[in-house]
């Protein structure tokens, strides 16, 4: 390989690696008037699955209310996960920016850490939202995927402002 070739190789991928974006890639999504949403200002903020949709499509997180812990919780019979935790849950659809923390599976209905192990009877999911960056029109896409008893998975994707 001659040196004049490998030092154009190293120069073009060191042009696309300075080109790369570290930012988590946020979806420009302005909130729909029609969508029901719920204003969350004070901990914990609830979210209700009711089988393949949920109860709130637009969480709005208040300016000024800071670590909101949000739990989002399943109809009985139904679990966040199949075998292993990485099966099911609660995620950012395009990376997390710092302003989501402690996303946990549980069985705890105030959304504590879980005292039992099984992720299979986590009914619930818990996050702490920063809502430090405001962002009213710039929503944070997620997934929340879920187990029926039969184990057949069912996905939901709303949408979360900090406002």
Same mark, same amino acid.
């Given at each position: 390989?001659?040196?004049r070739?490998?030092?154009? /190789?190293?120069?073009? %991928?060191?042009?696309?690696? !300075?080109? +790369?974006s570290? $930012?988590?890639l946020?979806?420009?999504?302005?909130?729909?008037?029609?969508?029901?949403?719920?204003?969350?200002?004070?901990?914990?903020?609830?979210?209700?699955?009711?089988?393949?949709?949920?109860?709130?499509?637009?969480?709005?997180?208040?300016?000024?209310?800071?670590?909101?812990?949000i739990?989002?919780?399943?109809?009985?019979?139904?679990? /966040?996960?199949?075998? %292993?935790?990485?099966?099911? !849950?609660? +995620?950012?659809? $395009?990376?997390?920016?710092?302003?989501?923390?402690?996303?946990?599976?549980?069985?705890?209905p105030?959304?504590?850490?879980?005292?039992?192990?099984?992720c299979r009877?986590?009914?619930r999911?818990?996050?702490?939202?920063?809502?430090?960056?405001?962002?009213?029109?710039?929503?944070?896409?997620?997934?929340?995927?879920?187990?029926?008893?039969?184990?057949?998975?069912?996905?939901?994707?709303?949408?979360?402002?900090?406002?």
């Amino acid at each position: 390989m001659s040196t004049r070739f490998l030092f154009s /190789f190293v120069a073009v %991928a060191a042009a696309l690696y !300075g080109c +790369a974006s570290t $930012a988590p890639l946020v979806l420009d999504h302005a909130p729909v008037a029609s969508a029901a949403h719920i204003n969350c200002s004070s901990s914990p903020c609830r979210i209700k699955v009711l089988g393949t949709t949920v109860d709130y499509e637009e969480l709005h997180l208040a300016r000024g209310s800071t670590n909101l812990h949000i739990i989002w919780e399943l109809p009985e019979g139904y679990g /966040f996960c199949k075998e %292993a935790t990485s099966d099911g !849950g609660v +995620a950012l659809k $395009a990376g997390n920016d710092g302003q989501f923390t402690d996303m946990y599976s549980t069985d705890d209905p105030n959304g504590g850490p879980p005292a039992n192990k099984d992720c299979r009877k986590h009914r619930r999911f818990h996050w702490v939202a920063k809502n430090s960056i405001p962002r009213p029109g710039n929503g944070y896409p997620y997934n929340i995927y879920f187990y029926d008893g039969a184990g057949g998975l069912h996905q939901i994707d709303p949408w979360i402002f900090n406002d």
